[in-house]
């Protein structure tokens, strides 16, 4: 079945894309949106081998995902756009205190 | 094979779309390749049978999470310096590690077992889907409906402190 193996391939892509977002780029919210790339890959795998088996536990477990991801933004967003307030900027350089 | 090569279509286009997603300087067209690829990823589950989760895909990842996105960007100020300068110090890192992580996980995938290969396993639509989940998995419904609640909370709390402090 090379669906199979092909949408988890995608999904293992996806992720390392997503990972290589939230290093490499310098704006807070795309790296944030990079972190949400990383759960949409790895939902991509688990509704990939929940239809290989049929195990419908599968879609509730990514249904619980959606929701997660969902709050995750929802607590995220006014954090960062309380830094963008105060500090006027939403370049991870500029929030560098915690460097020794 | 319409389905196959639908199939292709729809991964080449979530690549595409992440590929962008890392490439593009303004957050807007990140957030636009980001839908992109969301929505190619829902074309995949619904190919897959799985259409009660492509659904939830659109309505709740691009309707929701993704607009919101969108309308904080358009909030933003765009003379930002982390809009003129990409990348940070760790590009070369980064794609190093990208590149190993990718073959890693690949190789992986090429090594391992090849599927089980039940594929005759039938499609399950919303019936099954509603049955188990508020059958048998109710109490994480239950959870996470707190979980939504928490964040609504959090989220007015944080603003709250937030002008507080700078009036």
Same mark, same amino acid.
């Given at each position: 079945?090379?669906?199979?193996? $092909?949408?988890?391939?995608? /999904? =293992?892509?996806?992720?390392?894309? /997503? ?8 704006? =807070? ?10 759960? +949409?890959?790895? +939902? ?9 088996? /049929? ?8 249904? $619980? ?10 607590? =995220?967003?006014?954090? $960062?756009? $309380? ?10 350089? =500029?929030?560098?205190?915690?460097? /020794? | ?7 292709? *279509? *729809?991964?080449?286009?979530? !690549?595409? #779309? ?13 957030? !636009?390749? &980001?839908?992109?690829?969301? &929505?190619?990823?829902? #074309?995949?589950?619904? &190919?897959?049978?799985?259409?009660? &989760?492509? @659904?939830?895909? @659109? ?42 992580? %990718? %073959?890693? !996980? ?17 499609? *399950? ?15 994480? *419904? ?10 609504? @909370? ?14």
């Amino acid at each position: 079945m090379a669906d199979t193996e $092909l949408l988890v391939g995608l /999904g =293992a892509v996806l992720y390392a894309a /997503g990972l290589v977002g939230v290093m490499v780029r310098r704006n =807070a919210l795309v790296m944030l949106m990079c972190m949400e790339l990383m759960l +949409n890959g790895v +939902n991509l795998t688990l509704v990939t081998f929940a239809r290989q088996t /049929g195990a419908t536990e599968g879609a509730v477990l990514v249904f $619980l995902v959606f929701v997660v991801a969902a709050a995750e933004v929802a607590i =995220a967003i006014p954090i $960062l756009l $309380l830094l963008a307030r105060a500090r006027r900027t939403l370049d991870v350089e =500029a929030y560098a205190e915690l460097k /020794g | 094979m319409i389905e196959t090569g639908l199939m292709y *279509f *729809f991964a080449a286009v979530a !690549l595409g #779309g992440s590929i962008a997603m890392l490439i593009a300087r303004h957050p807007m067209r990140v957030a !636009l390749a &980001l839908i992109t690829t969301m &929505l190619s990823l829902a #074309g995949i589950y619904a &190919l897959l049978g799985v259409h009660v &989760l492509a @659904v939830f895909q @659109v309505l709740i990842y691009v309707g929701a999470v993704m607009v919101f996105m969108v309308y904080v960007i358009l909030l933003i100020d765009v003379r930002d310096s982390a809009f003129a300068q990409r990348f940070s110090w760790l590009l070369v890192p980064g794609i190093a590690g990208f590149v190993g992580l %990718a %073959a890693i !996980l690949c190789f992986a995938l090429w090594r391992g077992d090849s599927a089980p290969g039940s594929a005759a396993a039938p499609p *399950f639509g919303v019936r099954p889907f509603s049955e188990v989940f508020l059958n048998e998995y109710w109490l994480y *419904f239950e959870l996470v409906s707190v979980l939504l609640v928490a964040a609504v @909370v959090a989220a007015i709390a944080v603003v709250k402190i937030g002008t507080r402090r700078h009036g």
